[in-house]
């Protein structure tokens, strides 16, 4: 899924330099997919080497590997850019005190900043989507192990995402950010992973019945006067079109290896463009780009930063993780 994954970080950039897709917020989109991702992925990672319960506290040491390496090195470039020649922007603009570095560095705060008003000062701005992330990766070994309590759960997240649809919560913020609004999108992604194997006919057929599902959702919103809130079009189209292709490219990869091989460095980069994208806005000046020049310099400069971090930074934990992994499934002498 490196393509796909490649092809929503850059719509995640794309949505912050103010570009729409037929009055959607592709940003919006993408996020809601990157859930759907998210369940799947850490559903197989799970299964495959952490699924004993005295194996939770590895899956936590895996995912920090994983994503703070590159968050790392981009929200330091970002508080360095701040402390030297940066100026007043939307997420930079209070002087920090110990709460917002500690904001920063836990990133898990990030997501609640309706709350905290973490986006005075958020170093790496979408990190508060992966905060939530976080969130569901305390939560997933349990999911696993327990799976009525992941799908009771995961039906009280849709419920609230329900009350979020008819305005009775914020939209935004339990319609799209916080994971009790949210949780139902991964539990779906896990459970693709799930069942694919054991119902291949019924998880296809409910996962390709996903697109009528979102439509009828979408109409009957539009009929009641509900659908124009924020992100109720962007979450609905998410799902009915997201999670079907999710499973499609599950259950037909392309085999080729030249497309693999592209849908692996394009999966590399997309990690590094989620994160770099806002510091290079600002040490670009781009917060309103005008015309193609200015697009593709940001996605050139994005892209290419990318590969270097990933290259640099990522790969090298990347290895120290899987031989981890190898040495916890090898037999005890």
């Given at each position: 899924?490196?393509?796909?994954?490649?092809?929503?970080?850059?719509?995640?950039?794309?949505?912050?330099?103010?570009?729409?897709?037929?009055?959607?917020?592709?940003?919006?989109?993408?996020?809601?997919?990157?859930?759907?991702?998210?369940?799947?992925?850490?559903?197989?990672?799970?299964?495959?080497?952490?699924?004993?319960?005295?194996?939770?506290?590895?899956?936590?040491?895996?995912?920090?590997?994983?994503?703070?390496?590159?968050?790392?090195?981009?929200?330091?470039?970002?508080a360095v850019w701040f402390s030297t020649i940066g100026h007043s922007t939307l997420f930079l603009s209070d002087q920090p005190g110990v709460e917002d570095w500690l904001n920063n560095i836990?990133?898990?705060?990030?997501?609640?900043?309706?709350?905290?008003?973490?986006?005075?000062?958020?170093?790496?701005?979408?990190?508060?989507?992966?905060?939530?992330?976080?969130?569901?990766?305390?939560?997933?070994?349990?999911?696993?192990?327990?799976?009525?309590?992941?799908?009771?759960?995961?039906?009280?997240?849709?419920?609230?995402?329900?009350?979020?649809?008819?305005?009775?919560?914020?939209?935004?913020?339990?319609?799209?950010?916080?994971?009790?609004?949210?949780?139902?999108?991964?539990?779906?992604?896990?459970?693709?992973?799930?069942?694919?194997?054991?119902?291949?006919?019924?998880?296809?057929?409910?996962?390709?019945?996903?697109?009528?599902?979102?439509?009828?959702?979408?109409?009957?919103?539009?009929?009641?006067?509900?659908?124009?809130?924020?992100?109720?079009?962007?979450?609905?189209?998410?799902?009915?079109?997201?999670?079907?292709?999710?499973?499609?490219?599950?259950?037909?990869?392309?085999?080729?290896?030249?497309?693999?091989?592209?849908?692996?460095?394009?999966?590399?980069?997309?990690?590094?463009?989620?994160?770099?994208?806002?510091?290079?806005?600002?040490?670009?000046?781009?917060?309103?780009?005008?015309?193609?020049?200015?697009?593709?310099?940001?996605?050139?400069?994005?892209?290419?930063?990318?590969?270097?971090?990933?290259?640099?930074?990522?790969?090298?934990?990347?290895?120290?993780?899987?031989?981890?992994?190898?040495?916890?499934?090898?037999?005890?002498?």
């Open positions: 899924m490196g393509i796909l994954r490649f092809i929503l970080a850059i719509l995640v950039l794309l949505s912050h330099t103010g570009v729409s897709l037929l009055g959607l917020n592709p940003g919006v989109m993408a996020v809601i997919v990157f859930y759907a991702i998210s369940g799947y992925v850490m559903a197989a990672l799970i299964k495959r080497h952490y699924a004993a319960p005295n194996r939770a506290w590895s899956f936590y040491a895996d995912r920090i590997l994983r994503i703070y390496p590159q968050y790392a090195f981009y929200a330091a470039a970002a836990l990133i898990v705060p990030l997501n609640y900043f309706m709350f905290n008003s973490a986006d005075h000062f958020t170093l790496v701005p979408p990190a508060w989507s992966l905060g939530a992330e976080l969130v569901f990766y305390i939560m997933a070994p349990w999911l696993w192990l327990r799976w009525r309590w992941a799908l009771l759960l995961g039906g009280v997240s849709l419920c609230i995402q329900a009350l979020a649809w008819h305005g009775v919560l914020n939209s935004d913020w339990w319609g799209y950010r916080l994971i009790p609004g949210v949780l139902w999108v991964f539990v779906l992604g896990m459970a693709l992973q799930r069942y694919q194997t054991s119902y291949p006919q019924v998880t296809a057929r409910v996962v390709l019945c996903l697109p009528l599902f979102s439509v009828a959702i979408a109409t009957y919103l539009a009929l009641q006067g509900y659908l124009a809130q924020p992100y109720h079009r962007e979450v609905l189209f998410s799902l009915g079109l997201g999670l079907p292709i999710v499973y499609l490219l599950s259950v037909h990869p392309f085999k080729s290896q030249w497309w693999q091989n592209l849908d692996g460095h394009l999966g590399n980069a997309s990690f590094g463009i989620f994160l770099n994208h806002f510091l290079l806005i600002w040490c670009l000046g781009l917060e309103q780009p005008q015309g193609l020049g200015h697009w593709a310099r940001l996605l050139f400069f994005s892209i290419a930063l990318s590969l270097l971090t990933q290259r640099w930074l990522e790969q090298p934990v990347q290895k120290y993780r899987k031989h981890w992994r190898q040495t916890m499934q090898s037999p005890k002498i």
